[in-house]
């Protein structure tokens, strides 16, 4: 039987963002249980290490689905993070412009993707090589991670007027 490229993508496609529906869902209950900054650095780290498993190694139909799956729960699973963990990171007063830019700032970087991409493909023969290349951008993650604070079980940070003690007016002596 001869395999249908089409099909067969639409397939991997419709697996990876399957299984990518219950590792958003998984991202959160794992961020109540183990906390959010283990969690996103295993993500991330899955997400690094899976790259090359799917896009240089695995062979052969069933091979490609199960690794399209454990990719798709974990790279689409990651975007999970900030709407959970995102906006724990900043005080009240910038909270809502700091989530939006640091959302949305990676769009404008990406969008030399397409041209990048395209060369790499040319420049590392193939489609695979180019993939396991961006794939390193995972990285990014999984050090940066570290440096960030656990707020599981900590309330939100308040605006910083709230926090400064004020002199008291009735200190005469």
Avoid at 14 to 24: N, S
Avoid at 25 to 31: D, E, K, R, Y
Avoid at 153 to 170: N, V
Wanted: a positive charge.
């Amino acid at each position: 039987m001869q395999l249908n490229a089409p099909f067969y993508s639409a397939i991997a496609g419709l697996v990876a963002t399957g299984f990518g529906i219950f590792g958003f869902i998984a991202l959160g209950f794992l961020a109540d249980g183990i906390g959010r900054k283990p969690t996103a650095m295993l993500y991330y780290a899955m997400s690094l290490i899976l790259t090359p498993v799917l896009y240089l190694w695995a062979q052969g139909m069933g091979a490609l689905l199960v690794a399209v799956a454990v990719f798709g729960f974990f790279t689409t699973g990651i975007w999970s993070w900030a709407p959970i963990w995102l906006p724990e990171l900043f005080p009240t007063r910038v909270r809502g412009t700091a989530v939006a830019f640091c959302f949305n700032a990676p769009r404008w970087i990406s969008c030399a993707g397409p041209l990048i991409a395209g060369t790499l493909i040319v420049a590392l023969g193939g489609f695979g090589n180019a993939a396991t290349i961006v794939g390193l951008f995972f990285i990014v993650g999984v050090i940066a991670a570290p440096f960030l604070p656990e707020t599981k079980g900590k309330p939100l940070p308040h605006a910083l007027w709230l926090e400064t003690p004020t002199p008291s007016t009735s200190s005469v002596p």
